[in-house]
């Protein structure tokens, strides 16, 4: 007998050349023959983050797919996840995080496409080439790979940098001798084929949900150094070396991982000297673990079995309200409406009345209900 069909709806970032973008094709493309995506579904999963989706079919199962990079949750995330009857990240970090402001938090750990990100004949460089990239310079530790590669001097070495043309925190000018740095849209094709010219991948990365670009370079049994962070700490049991880190502050609030420059000079002077390509290539075997196929199949297993909704359901529009209570008291002008707030009153709010308040400084946050 056939399976029963499993309808969903998922949605998100349509374009895989974007991260969350990338995660929605990769599901998508490796569910099994049961599922029936459908707009109507009873589940409804949505990955991007979460203040990007506010209407629904009413009587859905509504599912969270994101992530965050540091250790405290920005206040959007905290509001408007309260939406969501399930959250979904994809690393332990996440779980941690997201479970001190939601009830149903899981992981379901990304994947690679092993048919495209398998290992392939690389040339043989006339310079030893260090690769890195990421769409966040900061962030994706880019600058301290830029600087240790400075330092080290190596006289036969390049370092090619793949930065997304959007990324606005690039830095302009030299890099110093010996740096390529990529600023245009790559085809896939393109993609595997720079990662193929690499000698070595790094991803020093500060925070990741996952981190998928030193995945796809484990895949093609590229040596690949990572960064002990967040994401990375899933497979950093595949990478040829890991860079310890120690925590600091993170750009907009919280804390996140500074990879330690000297131990990333040190394993990269290690791969320039004895590359580890046997066991790259040991590795690239390894990363069955972390297909889309499986990770497809993690993902069904963590969510309801969904059915169809009648055509009768309605399309609900819901946004976050937020008890607050007043330092003082405000008649401000919000939106083309007048409001009056008294000191010491309890008011619930919109998100959108809240943030103004909020930014203004005269509210104490309460606890986030439902419209």
């Known amino acids: ?16 050349k974007y991260g969350y973008g990338a995660m929605l094709d990769g599901f998508i493309k490796h569910v099994p023959k049961s599922v029936k995506f459908d707009s109507r579904s009873s589940v409804h999963v949505h990955m991007g983050v979460p203040q990007s989706r506010d209407t629904w079919v009413d009587g859905q199962h509504r599912v969270l797919f994101t992530m965050w990079e540091t250790d405290v949750l920005p206040r959007v995330f905290r509001t408007w996840s309260s939406l969501y009857d399930q959250v979904l990240v994809p690393c332990e970090h996440n779980r941690e995080l997201f479970s001190r402001h939601h009830h149903n938090v899981s992981v379901v750990p990304l994947g690679v496409d092993r048919d495209v990100w398998a290992p392939r004949p690389r040339p043989n460089n006339p310079v030893f080439r260090f ?8 962030r994706k530790g880019l600058d301290v790979v830029v600087r240790a590669f400075n330092r080290l001097k190596l006289p036969n070495a390049e370092l090619h940098i793949k930065a997304a043309p959007h990324a606005l925190d690039v830095p302009k000018g030299e890099l110093g001798d010996n740096i390529i740095l990529n600023r245009e849209w790559m085809t896939l094709e393109e993609q595997v084929d720079w990662y193929a010219q690499a000698d070595c991948f790094i991803a020093a990365s500060r925070g990741e949900g996952f981190g998928l670009m030193p995945l796809q370079a484990i895949s093609m049994g590229i040596p690949t150094i990572v960064s002990d962070s967040t994401g990375q700490q899933q497979f950093k049991h595949l990478a040829t070396g890991v860079v310890p880190c120690s925590k600091t502050p993170a750009v907009g609030g919280g804390k996140w991982d500074e990879p330690n420059e000297n131990a990333l000079c040190e394993l990269m002077m290690d791969h320039y000297d004895v590359n580890p390509s046997e066991t790259a290539k040991a ?20 969510i309801p079995v969904g059915s169809r909704l009648p055509e009768s359901a309605e399309t609900i529009k819901e946004e976050p309200r937020i008890e607050i209570t007043m330092k003082r008291t405000v008649n401000p002008h919000i939106a083309g409406k007048n409001y009056n707030f008294a000191k010491g009153q309890r008011y619930t709010v919109s ?6 308040l909020f930014d203004a400084g005269v509210v104490e946050d309460g606890p986030l209900t439902k419209c």
């Open 283 to 302: 590795n690239a075997e390894r990363t069955e673990d972390f297909s889309w196929v499986n990770a497809s199949k993690k993902l069904l297993a963590t």
């Open 131 to 138: 690769h890195a990239g990421g769409s966040l310079w900061r």
């Open 1 to 16: 007998m056939p399976p029963s069909v499993n309808y969903q709806h998922w949605d998100g970032v349509q374009d895989p």
């Open 351 to 356: 998100d959108g009345i809240h943030q103004v």
